[in-house]
């Protein structure tokens, strides 16, 4: 390859020729609300006579839209790739603190507007039906008396968050976050291992009340949303806020039943294997996260452009459809990979809404792990190319229970082609490792969402019931780990999760996209030609057909239950034991 690999995002043209603008100003100014709230004005004004008039007024609603989001999305770019570059930070404030507040009653009154018109009507359901279902929930949903009750709640996920993030451990004669300590925890020697795990989990307990009482408060504001919004709980009232119409609490259910069932024996099988070959009495709960023979890590790349290159080469083994969407990537300069002093923590995948074009962002240090990540990002980045002939925004993007089988298939579907990076005992070893990992989430999904579904529907219940209720779960979907002597480390474990506080109920949509995802694999074993159509064909449709025919289309049934889960589980516990046998020692 004699591209080098740089990010060139801020070169990118716009607007650009091949998605021209015909409603917003080419030289608009988009750090002047001045400027902005004019279009707003106009589109709020215009007379949707006739279904051609509607039709029109949505297309350039989602050119606003787009020309919005670029904008945004490209500040943001620019900050995380250089948080030491002060003019990149202050544009990005000035953003999300100037402009973006000012554009959600706008955002509401289009809704209403559209909703409004006698023209919705006669648009063409199969074509709109998706986009109306859903405008119209989020306007059933509104409640003014909510509004306050909604700040309350982001200033508690801010305390929330203050707690976690200042959180430091002494550790072996320097200060370090908890980030940082991460990586004892995959230290070969166990001793290290303990100390660090225990350290930190000293350190986490001493928020305990704080983050209770942070916890009761959030329940209370939630439930009384729900009743304000004339539903008996939470939880019911979360499922129509995420526009959840074609899955029911009773599917959730039998996903949690399908996980213990069927995910919990491989996983046990799994666990078992590891005391064994790490000689242990016991699995504690530091004993979960390093190597289990005690190998170095994997090396895959010294460079980006190694791995660039040996992802490409992947993407090409699997298709040529999806190498030449990588090309554009690598092309146009749209992937800033290299971890480097300044760079913003962490991997994204962001789309330049207005010229349609995906930007890939990680920090790879040259682990395995980075080269999941490439394949799991460009997963989003062709779900992004996918629908570029898309007009109308809000179908660019699909919901995340399917937007993660477009990631999480690139990671399986590719993972038989890691000899780009590794001899194959050492492939084995990295496939054998993604796959457990990619189930044991699933009984970590289970337990983080049956949860949810008690505390919602409990409400009154006490710190104890609640704590009693979360260590039965634990015993139930991630047992097999030696807690003796660390009981509180398990009961508050859920207060490390950002979800259980911030976004209540959003996390099952890793588990679906999961089942999605390793469906979409398991086709590719007998055809991987007819796998990557239905897979692309299933990515163009954005969001413009409900989930169940995404997944349809895409060649995975919408069922969360034992129908699907056991056999998906068969075909992994054979995987693992294929790689197992094949993996360096
Ligand atoms: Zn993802």
């Known amino acids: 390859m004699s591209q080098p690999i740089v990010n060139r995002v801020v070169e990118l043209k716009r607007p650009s020729e091949k998605y021209p603008r015909h409603f917003v100003p080419a030289e608009i100014n988009l750090s002047d609300w001045n400027q902005i709230e004019p279009l707003y004005q106009r589109l709020l004004a215009t007379e949707l006579n006739s279904v051609h008039a509607l039709e029109k007024w949505l297309l350039q609603s989602a050119e606003v839209g787009a020309v919005i989001e670029e904008e945004g999305a490209r500040r943001y770019v620019a900050m995380t790739c250089a948080t030491d570059d002060e003019a990149a930070e202050k544009a990005y404030l000035q953003f999300v603190e100037e402009i973006v507040p000012r554009l959600k009653p706008y955002g509401n009154q289009m809704d209403q507007k559209l909703i409004a018109s006698p023209f919705t009507a006669q648009l063409d359901q199969k074509r709109y039906g998706v986009l109306l279902r859903s405008t119209r929930n989020q306007l059933e949903l509104f409640r003014e008396e909510n509004i306050p009750l909604e700040t309350e709640l982001d200033k508690l996920s801010q305390q929330y968050q203050k707690l976690q993030g200042a959180m430091t451990v002494q550790f072996r004669g320097e200060e370090r976050t908890m980030q940082q300590m991460g990586v004892f925890m995959i230290e070969n020697d166990r001793a290290t291992r303990q100390e660090a795990w225990e350290a930190t989990t000293r350190k986490r307990l001493e928020n305990t009340e704080a983050l209770e009482e942070i916890f009761d408060t959030m329940l209370k504001l939630r439930h009384q949303i729900a009743l304000n919004a004339g539903f008996s709980d939470f939880r019911a009232y979360q499922f129509r806020r995420f526009d959840r119409f074609d899955y029911t609490p009773a599917d959730c259910d039998a996903f949690h039943k399908a996980v213990e069932e069927f995910v919990v024996p491989v996983n046990l099988i799994n666990l078992e294997q590891r005391r064994r070959a790490l000689g242990l009495e016991s699995v504690r709960p530091w004993d979960g996260a390093c190597d289990r023979y005690g190998r170095e890590p994997l090396k895959p790349f010294d460079s980006v452009e190694q791995l660039v290159h040996g992802c490409r080469e992947i993407f090409s083994k699997v298709d040529d459809r999806l190498s030449k969407h990588f090309d554009v990537l690598i092309q146009n300069g749209l992937l800033d990979l290299a971890s480097r002093k300044g760079k913003a923590p962490g991997g994204y995948q962001t789309s330049l809404s207005e010229i349609r074009l995906p930007f890939i962002f990680m920090n790879a240090v040259g682990l395995n792990g980075d080269v999941f990540t490439l394949l799991h990002e460009g997963g989003h980045a062709f779900h992004s190319l996918q629908t570029v002939h898309e007009p109308l925004l809000a179908y660019r993007s699909s919901p995340m229970e399917f937007a993660e089988v477009a990631s999480m ?177």
């Not at 289309?553 to 516990?573: C, H, N, Q, W, Y």
């Open 409 to 585: 298939t690139m990671e399986h579907i590719g993972a038989p082609h890691l000899e780009a990076f590794y001899p194959t005992p050492k492939a084995a070893r990295a496939r054998y490792d993604h796959f457990q990992g990619a189930i044991g989430l699933l009984a970590w999904i289970a337990t983080v969402d049956s949860f949810q579904h008690w505390i919602y529907t409990h409400p009154g219940h006490t710190r104890k019931e609640r704590t009693d209720y979360w260590v039965s779960l634990m015993e139930r979907f991630m047992p097999g780990v030696d807690y003796t002597d660390w009981e509180d480390a398990l009961r508050y474990r859920w207060h490390a999760q950002l979800h259980i506080f911030e976004y209540p109920f959003y996390y099952i949509e890793y588990g679906i996209a999961q089942l999605g995802a390793l469906q979409i694999w398991r086709n590719s074993k007998s055809g991987v030609k007819q796998a990557i159509d239905s897979y692309l064909a299933g990515l163009s449709l954005g969001a413009s057909v409900t989930l169940p025919e995404l997944f349809k289309t895409a060649g995975a049934k919408f069922d969360f239950s034992a129908a699907t889960i056991r056999p998906l589980m068969e075909d992994v516990r054979l995987e693992l034991e294929k790689q197992a046998a094949m993996e360096e020692r």
